[in-house]
């Protein structure tokens, strides 16, 4: 073996787990919520984002190099190395495609087991099973409740199940020629007018308290504001096809 990669998450890769079950805290005492070290024979490189890579120089100072992963991934710093190097795969790691596959076999008969939301599935969960199925996350929020894994995983099933029926009702399907529908850019006042909110304020204004009038102005004035809320609006417009009565507003 060349290397030994080490994360701070635990083995279901919480970011947020027990102390006792970070490993590079255990090791140097260094906490992060996202941190590797690559370990190899003569040296150990620690990998972690732009909110720890200062406080990572200043405790480790020149005993090992510290890459931030936004600009150098684990991935990268190997290559660089422009060595060729062993490691190995979980075979009993699949994906959804793969996952699919399996229980699209005849007379297969699957059991799934869901661990609890914080820690996920034990050690000794993990033995029994013959495939970890991983769900595919954004790089940038890779986090998933139980109740939505599971409810992706439902629906994988369910369209293995019923493919027929969902390619039939698809084709099916059409467009409503009722309505036409058009998207615009408008600025945020000209919406605001349009949809009466700034006239009904005005209204409104007549009958409330200073305490009141104060509140609302300051929400208009939020509305209002650019680099609040950005200046212009994706606004859809409907009309109806046959004698092009307008639905929303010009």
Request: with cysteine; net charge positive.
């Amino acid at each position: 073996m060349d290397f030994y990669l080490i994360t701070n998450n635990d083995l279901h890769l919480n970011e947020s787990p027990n102390s006792d079950l970070k490993d590079i805290y255990e090791l140097f005492k260094f906490d992060c919520t996202r941190g590797y070290v690559l370990f190899f024979t003569d040296k150990f490189i620690f990998f972690t984002d732009s909110r720890y890579t200062l406080a990572a120089k200043k405790f480790f100072k020149k005993s090992c190099e510290i890459y931030n992963l936004s600009e150098t991934t684990i991935v990268d710093y190997l290559i660089m190395q422009n060595k060729k190097l062993s490691g190995t795969l979980d075979s009993k790691v699949i994906s959804v495609k793969e996952f699919r596959k399996i229980i699209k076999k005849k007379n297969m008969k699957v059991g799934l087991m869901f661990g609890p939301e914080a820690s996920g599935l034990s050690n000794q969960d993990l033995s029994f099973a013959n495939y970890i199925l991983q769900i595919p996350t954004s790089s940038k929020f890779k986090s998933l409740n139980l109740s939505h894994s599971l409810t992706i995983i439902c629906y994988e099933i369910f369209k293995v199940f019923n493919e027929k029926k969902i390619q039939k009702k698809s084709s099916d399907l059409k467009i409503s020629c009722n309505y036409y529908c058009e998207e615009k850019i408008v600025s945020q006042k000209f919406f605001l007018e349009k949809m009466g909110i700034i006239e009904r304020a005005k209204i409104l204004e007549k009958s409330m308290t200073f305490k009141q009038k104060d509140y609302m102005s300051l929400t208009l004035m939020r509305l209002l504001n650019k680099e609040l809320m950005g200046g212009l609006f994706k606004v859809i417009f409907a009309f109806k096809s046959k004698n092009k009565n307008f639905l929303g507003f010009r």
